[in-house]
């Protein structure tokens, strides 16, 4: 295969007592997709800060086309042809797509001064977006768009980056059927470029799709590395030492009780339209849509973060006003966002203070919180979810995106609420991990609390919920129960228009 574009060579890190990566040697050859696959955790996030620039090893060397090299920033990783497409966004909220895109390629007029050349900015955007079937405004404000958008505009910057060496850490997670093609169109013609890519993922299903070789990582250390098309999806699940016959989707028949929460004729920022439901006592109530539906929007009106145009929400028969978050808590409804980074963790503060964060009254002794208690019960939660390392000091920034996850799921289950809106609370989180959250979804509801599942993740709909919404530009379109729900009818009901 030639001299390997990347390679590191006994890579060592220590991050903690409880973690470090040992002796890590991998390859990645120019026109080559290498998956990187393992539970949270296992080392995966460590090695791509390791090749980005963010953090440095104790030991071991790098090597770019043969050559050994020193990558101590993120700038010189850049330098040196590599490019990360990071789970989290790094994207600039009030600027337009565009100038996101083009940011550190910009399209320069050479004068006295040196000015962007606005018009073959948005042009060559315009163009890119109409090879990947991109539909997005260019000149729209990245703070405007959804999630998966915002996703989608993060491979545009990577593809036009001229980078040799890209990274994608974990690109599909918040992506439907439609957005996955986007970006395996675009990686395509990344191989097509000769450009050497590092895919991190937990789907098997995509490794198969569209990786040449993968490796599996487990506890900090390489387990082996092999040939896709020499491999089967059952000697992959064997390799991740995935139990055979583990439940999935641990779910149980319990009995749906009243209704507590009905919306009524919801309308909301010019997408909601007459949206009407109800959630009964004990039920997994799941909602799903492809991207711009409006699910994300959905939650956040019934949580209080974006008005209402129309329309009300009753709380166990009684209307109730629902302006803020501080309001939607108060009536005991909570929300785990879909964006943990800009929503949710506090990735300064350390494990403890992130869990425990909103339910401090919990824990108050007249005027002082009662440590001790705290310390234990968080403990009790980190031990419920897997939370790894789990230390109650480790600064939560230092975690994986999955760990970082389950602490946002943990934090909200100890506020005991009542109503639990869940936006894509697995998005990023390997098998085992998503287990440790659906066994968490089924105590609440054993325990009388009900759940707004919202996911792009039509299996995980399915395999969870008693009762099934579809939205498709912004209404229901559909309502199937349990029993009668299918992967078709539900794609079906996503795609049809609304009138």
Not at 16 to 39: M, R, W
Not at 40 to 63: A, M, Q, R, W
Not at 380 to 396: E, F, Q, V
Not at 444 to 470: F, N, P, Q, T, W
């Amino acid at each position: 295969m030639g001299i390997p574009k990347l390679e590191l060579s006994n890579i060592n890190k220590c991050l903690s007592d409880a973690f470090s990566l040992i002796d890590v040697s991998l390859d990645l050859y120019p026109g080559e997709v290498h998956a990187l696959i393992g539970e949270n955790g296992s080392g995966k996030s460590t090695v791509i800060k390791i090749v980005s620039g963010v953090l440095k090893p104790n030991s071991g060397v790098i090597f770019i086309d043969g050559s050994a090299v020193s990558i101590d920033s993120v700038s010189t990783a850049k330098l040196n042809g590599i490019h990360c497409v990071w789970q989290d966004l790094t994207l600039y909220p009030n600027l337009t797509v565009a100038e996101n895109i083009f940011m550190e390629y910009p399209h320069s007029k050479k004068k006295l001064f040196t000015t962007v050349n606005s018009f073959k900015m948005y042009q060559d955007c315009t163009a890119i977006f109409n090879d990947f079937g991109i539909n997005i405004d260019p000149r729209t404000p990245v703070g405007q768009l959804g999630f998966a958008q915002k996703q989608l505009i993060e491979m545009v910057r990577a593809y036009v980056s001229n980078a040799e060496i890209v990274i994608f850490d974990e690109p599909s997670a918040a992506f439907t059927s439609s957005e996955k093609d986007i970006l395996f169109r675009i990686i395509r013609s990344l191989k097509k470029n000769n450009t050497a890519i590092f895919y991190i993922t937990h789907l098997i299903d995509e490794i198969e799709l569209i990786a040449d070789r993968f490796t599996v990582m487990h506890q900090g250390k390489i387990i082996g590395t092999q040939s896709v098309s020499n491999t089967t999806k059952e000697d992959i699940i064997r390799m991740l030492s995935v139990p055979a016959g583990r439940n999935r989707y641990p779910k149980l028949n319990l009995p749906i009780g009243e209704v507590v929460m009905s919306v009524k004729n919801l309308s909301a920022a010019n997408i909601l339209s007459s949206i009407n439901f109800e959630v009964h006592k004990s039920e997994i109530l799941g909602i799903t849509g492809l991207m711009g539906s409006g699910r994300s929007l959905l939650a956040q009106c019934l949580f209080g973060l974006t008005p209402t145009s129309s329309g009300s929400i009753e709380l166990n028969g009684k209307k109730q006003k629902i302006n803020s978050p501080e309001d939607a808590i108060t009536k005991g409804i909570a929300l785990v966002p879909e964006d943990r980074t800009a929503s949710s963790i506090f990735g300064c503060l350390n494990l403890e203070n992130n869990v425990t964060v909103s339910s401090l009254k919990r824990f108050q002794h007249y005027k002082y919180l009662h440590n001790q208690t705290m310390t234990a019960v968080t403990g009790s939660y980190i031990n419920k979810l897997s939370i790894r390392p789990g230390h109650l000091d480790d600064l939560l920034e230092t975690y994986s995106g999955g760990n970082q996850q389950k602490a946002t799921v943990a934090r909200w289950i100890m506020s005991r609420s009542k109503i639990y809106i869940l936006d894509e609370p697995t998005r990023g989180v390997d098998v085992a991990s998503k287990t440790d959250i659906y066994n968490s979804i089924i105590d609440l509801v054993s325990k009388g609390a009900s759940v707004i599942l919202i996911s792009s993740d039509i299996d995980e709909i399915l395999g969870m919920c008693d009762r099934v919404l579809v939205l498709a530009e912004g209404k229901i379109t559909g309502e199937f129960q349990r029993k009668e729900a299918t992967k078709e009818a539900i794609m079906y009901k996503s795609t049809i228009r609304s009138n």
